[in-house]
């Protein structure tokens, strides 16, 4: 959980609302993820814009949800071609439009190793 936000907070305006937990759950044959995400309760629907990029910033994977109506998401990412490394990073955004990101998040994750 981020520090300083509580789940059950009232609905926030666009300009308030944040990220309460981003996860990342990297699947066993490693070309998938299971990425869990978690807002602050939000009186707008926010669209929520995901990207992987490796180590060298190349973007591997993206998605971008338009006007999500839940404040709890879980969503499979696959990752293009055969992993050539085991780090990545998610980057997150909440979005709305005519305003830059309310909100960003980045998570470091590793992919397990090949058998």
């Known amino acids: 959980m981020m520090p300083g936000i509580q789940p059950g907070s009232p609905a926030r305006p666009p ?4 990220f309460i ?3 990342v759950e990297p ?11 978690e807002l602050t309760p939000f ?4 669209t929520l814009d995901v990207a992987i990029v490796d ?3 190349h973007e591997i994977a993206s998605t971008s949800i338009i006007e999500i109506a839940l404040r709890k998401l879980v969503f ?16 997150a955004r ?6 830059e990101p309310v ?7 590793e992919l397990p190793a090949s058998t």
């Open 55 to 57: 180590a060298e910033g």
């Open 15 to 18: 300009s308030e609302v944040r």
């Open 43 to 46: 009186t707008e629907p926010p």
């Open 76 to 91: 499979t990412m696959h990752l293009h071609g055969q992993p050539a490394q085991a780090r990545y990073t998610l980057q």
């Open 27 to 37: 699947w066993s044959e490693g070309q998938k993820v299971r990425v869990h995400v």
């Open 103 to 109: 909100d960003q998040a980045q998570v470091p994750f």
């Open 21 to 23: 937990d981003v996860h």
């Open 94 to 99: 909440i979005i709305y439009p005519s305003m």
